[in-house]
């Protein structure tokens, strides 16, 4: 009997042990708003997919699943152009969204105390993110926000001394492997590295390699037809070339755009007049994530070896280095 009840015990301690977390319940509100719908997107590479549907009915929804870890997810309704961004971890969830979108509030979740009491800071001048990662290295919102924002911020040895704080529990965490991966690669450009080859087609669709211009001093200029600062930028990278042209530099422009027809525009507007290729992948494309691209605009700056002598040189500074280079 003794033996029976021994291992009944045992089983039932087994049993509890192998328990699975019950997954997440988002209760969620929309403010103002009666009827319609709401999607539950996840993130992935600074851009965002649809995973659920909900109906809202007298302004509430819900959502039910269950995630491996915490991780980023967006909620939008049909009206709003870009999703409120918060942590879904397996716990009911509380969330309310504001009455014009633009703000999300979210209780019950620990993970969401940390990521939404940092989510403007994070873009003020000054955020210390080493700060954040030292008070939460087993947090994946601290890992999220190192990957995400920092990464085309901090110089290579402050990157790679912050991610060194995140605990190992993180390891499997998707941001801290992304990261992991993004720091290998700017190893592998740094000033000094010989720029990796690639090929893309141009806007003809002709396959164009970088090898085709060794022998010259080569700007890769990473931008976009949808990026504001870019094409505010453009005006210099105008005036570079043109300055240049004639002294064995040019420019290959490197787009992350996905509609053809916008490129082609914007290539055309800006007057644009060098070389352009780009796989219309947008954040997918495989060259800017060679490079440790993960901002634009971004350059990196190529002498007639192909060597990479400077990296995200704008504004005054790019004539300034131009001049420097070319001029002696």
Request: with cysteine; hydrophobic share 40%.
């Amino acid at each position: 009997m003794k033996q029976f009840v021994f291992m009944l015990l045992a089983a039932l301690l087994m049993t509890a042990c192998q328990e699975t977390p019950k997954g997440y319940v988002i209760n969620g509100e929309v403010e103002g708003m009666q009827e319609g719908k709401v999607f539950l997107k996840s993130f992935r590479n600074k851009m965002f997919f649809d995973v659920d549907t909900a109906d809202v009915k007298a302004g509430k929804f819900t959502f039910k699943g269950k995630v491996d870890q915490p991780l980023l997810f967006g909620l939008a309704t049909e009206e709003m152009d870009y999703p409120l961004q918060l942590f879904v971890e397996n716990t009911d969830m509380n969330v309310k969204i504001g009455k014009k979108g633009e703000t999300i509030t979210v209780t019950n979740s620990p993970v969401n105390d940390i990521f939404l009491e940092n989510a403007g800071k994070v873009f003020e001048k000054g955020f210390d993110i080493d700060s954040l990662v030292t008070k939460y290295p087993d947090s994946p919102v601290a890992a999220f926000y190192l990957y995400r924002y920092f990464t085309y911020q901090l110089p290579l040895d402050e990157l790679k001394a912050t991610r060194a704080k995140l605990a190992p529990v993180l390891a499997d965490c998707p941001y801290v492997k992304d990261l992991d991966g993004i720091i290998q690669q700017l190893e592998n450009v740094q000033i000094g590295k010989t720029a990796p080859e690639f090929t893309l087609p141009d806007t003809a669709g002709v396959a164009v390699s970088l090898s085709d211009f060794r022998g010259k001093f080569v700007l890769l200029d990473f931008w976009a037809s949808w990026c504001p600062p870019c094409r505010r930028e453009n005006p210099n990278v105008v005036k570079a070339f043109n300055t240049y042209k004639d002294k064995n530099f040019t420019v290959i422009g490197i787009s992350l755009d996905k509609d053809k027809a916008k490129w082609l525009k914007a290539i055309a507007d800006d007057n644009l007049t060098w070389t352009h290729v780009s796989d219309l992948k947008y954040w997918d494309s495989e060259i800017p994530a060679l490079y440790g691209v993960r901002g634009i605009p971004a350059n990196v700056l190529l002498n007639p070896d192909g060597v990479i002598i400077a990296k995200n040189i704008t504004g005054e500074e790019l004539q300034q280095t131009l001049q420097k280079e070319l001029d002696k």
